[in-house]
């Protein structure tokens, strides 16, 4: 079982309706954004227990996927943000780069790379990306 949500200053995070961590964008971060994705489910699943048996780790997955390509491809502090919708959990990726992730052709016998942003599209419900001002936020939506 996870621990609780936690900031870069280790201090925890919990809101009403979800969560909100703020990471610097190290590589680190990507291990540090699983875990407050495992927590938050775990703190989840003891009100409202998820749906089927993978719920759980598909969140987990697109939430590591989606951490790993901030660090990546958008140098520098990221947010993970987390909540429960009527039928599922939306994660929301906030990150500094205003470019649109494209999906690149996959390559099984190598070059590395190229199935995340599939793998998004096959695991959520949905998957949205909103340019802002100061970069881009990418919404999945995954059944809970």
Wanted: charged share 20%; aromatic share 6%; net charge negative.
């Amino acid at each position: 079982m996870g621990t609780g949500p936690r900031r870069d200053d280790g201090r925890s995070v919990e809101e009403p309706d979800g969560c909100r961590v703020s990471f610097t964008g190290r590589l680190r971060d990507v291990t540090g954004a699983r875990l407050a994705a495992d927590g938050y489910l775990a703190g989840l699943s003891r009100s409202s227990p998820p749906t089927g048996p993978d719920c759980w780790n598909d969140i987990l997955l697109v939430v590591t996927e989606l951490a790993a390509n901030v660090v990546q491809y958008a140098p520098g502090p990221f947010e993970l943000r987390m909540r429960r919708t009527y039928d599922g959990v939306h994660v929301t990726v906030h990150d500094t780069s205003r470019v649109r992730p494209e999906p690149r052709p996959f390559h099984p016998h190598g070059g590395g790379g190229g199935i995340g942003w599939h793998l998004l599209h096959t695991l959520c419900d949905q998957v949205s990306v909103v340019v802002t001002g100061d970069g881009k936020d990418i919404h999945a939506f995954l059944p809970w």
